[in-house]
Nanobody
Framework: QVQLVESGGGLVQAGGSLRLSCAAS????????MAWFRQAPGKEREFVAA????????YYTDSVKGRFIISRDNAKNTVYLQMNSLRPEDTAVYYC?????????????WGQGTQVTVSS
């Protein structure tokens, strides 16, 4: 059983930055592809970004390309999401998740989420 705990969310003005972290425990972190999702009020959960097992490959949804960077530190069992040039439409609860496949298609474990609010 893998436990995922997100942190780093908060309130930020448009144009600002935040760095989310997701700490994993209970499994072999380097054996998982890691991904970030988000869910805005009244909307479905959507994929944001994913990073391969060793961090060598990453991909993003179009709306965050050039603004967000996903990375991982396998020594610290942690995945990060650096979010720059934030927009009000980035407001959502952000979740991290694990997958066995890259590109990921099915997700095994989820965190509880961290709230990100971007004010205009």
């Amino acid at each position: 059983q893998v436990q995922l705990v997100e942190s780093g969310g908060g309130l930020v003005q448009a144009g600002g930055s935040l760095r989310l972290s997701c700490a994993a425990s209970g499994g072999t972190f380097s054996s998982y592809v890691m991904a970030w999702f988000r869910q805005a009020p009244g909307k479905e959960r959507e994929f944001v970004a994913a990073v391969s097992w060793n961090g060598g490959s990453r991909y993003y949804t179009d709306s965050v390309k050039g603004r967000f960077i996903i990375s991982r530190d396998n020594a610290k069992n942690t995945v990060y999401l650096q979010m720059n040039s934030l927009r009000p439409e980035d407001t959502a609860v952000y979740y991290c998740a694990t997958s066995r496949h890259y590109p990921p298609s099915e997700y095994d474990y989820w965190g509880q989420g961290t709230q990100v609010t971007v004010s205009s």
